[in-house]
Each structure stands twice: as C-alpha cells, then as structure tokens.
C-alpha cells in the first residue's frame, strides 16, 4: 500500500539517504517537538499528534478496509513518522506493525511515544521488499507517468483512486494536535527552523488548497518470484 502525491507541473523526486536534509525540518526537527511537546503535556492518547500525514481516523479507516486490517496481520509502514498510524492499527485491529523511517529523529520518536513500537530507520529504497525503482514516501509524480513508473518497478496496481475527502477530524484529534502546535509555538517560535518548517507546511498547505497537490491511494502488488 503506498500512498502517493500526483503533483501537477513540478518534477517528482525520490528521497534517498543523503536528501534527508530536504525532510530535515518538518520530518526531522519538528518531529523532535511534537515528541517532546506531546510528552510534556501529558496527553492521554499519543496517536493524534503522531500520526502526520494520515492524521484523520476515517482515513486511517480506509487504509484498513484496503490492506484487510485483522488481528496477526504483519504490516510494514514505510515512512512511519512517528508511528502514529501503526500505534492505531496495533489497537484498533490487532496488526502486528513494523515502521520504517528515513529520518532518525523521527524513529526516535515514535519509540518514546509508543515503546513497544519497532522502527528501524532505513530507506524504503534501498530495502530488498520494495522494487528500487518504485515511487514511494515522498514521490511526487506527475500526472499520467506513475502507472508506467509502477509497471517498470514490476508492481500491479490492485485498486486506485483519489485520497477520500473525509473533512475536518474529530475534536478529539484537533484538539492535541493544536495544544501540542502551540506549545512548541511558545517554547521555539522564535527558532530559525520553527520558521522554515512553518514556512514549508504551509506551502505544502497552498500547493495542496490549489489542486497542484492531489493524494493519491494505490493498492499495489508485488508478484511472488517462486
Ligand atoms: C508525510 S510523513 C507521514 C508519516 C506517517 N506515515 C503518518 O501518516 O503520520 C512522510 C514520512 O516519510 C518519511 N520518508 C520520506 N522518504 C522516505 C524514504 N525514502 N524512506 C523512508 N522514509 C521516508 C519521512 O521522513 C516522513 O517521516
């Protein structure tokens, strides 16, 4: 299951090792706060503010019904930030989860918000699971190239479709994630790369609001070799 970003005029790239800097400040530093702001204050369920780019239950939802979620299932979450979306799907569906991140910091983290989580950091890359060639994490494809890009990487596309637009999340997600937004706001505002990683959201923010952005679910599969 990978999720992917259409991005419309802009060239895709693909996030190998020595790009991290690129993920450095929103996946890298401000993962670091959200841990420790999230530790900080003490709340009762860690699983909002750890989950950064599914951070929506009905999405979380979707991608269950998609991969078959059940109680012993086996999942690899590449590119787990930190570890929010498997932290939900250990307690809502019984899986068995293993996460895997570029970022180190981001590892780090999701082992301190949830301790019985194993990540390991690595990229998705360079793993022997995972077509070297395959659009995955952070790709960005243009339009009309990702079906050639799976064939070429040897994966079958099972289903695909536009992200659901599953609106607002609950008060119950929202409200974590805006204490914990404020805290590091009061304890790092005025901090270069509390700015940078403003700046970059919220551009992330714009392309996405003018449509040049567009979430992409792929349900693919990856031929047995016997
Ligand atoms: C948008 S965040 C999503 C995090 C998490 N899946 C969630 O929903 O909360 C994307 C994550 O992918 C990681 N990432 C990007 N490229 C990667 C790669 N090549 N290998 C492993 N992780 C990667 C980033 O460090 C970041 O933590």
Redesign the pocket.
Known sequence: MM?SWHLRGIRGD????H??RW?EA???WH?ERVTEAGLALGLADLVPI??????HPALLDHLARLIGARPGQTVL??????????AWLTREHGCSTV?????PS?ARGARRLFPSSTVV???????PLIPADAP????FTPPGTLAGQLAAAGLTVLASARAPDVGSAPAAWREPILAVEREIAHCHGGDPRYQLEARERAAFGRLQLSGRIVPWLLLVERPCSS
């Open positions: 999720l693909r996030a190998m090792p790009q991290a993920l929103e996946f890298g993962a750890a989950c950064r780019g599914s951070s979450d590449g590119g787990c930030g930190l570890g929010g979306p498997m996460g895997v991140d570029l970022m981001a950091v690595a990229s998705l890359t360079a793993l995955v994490a952070n790709a």
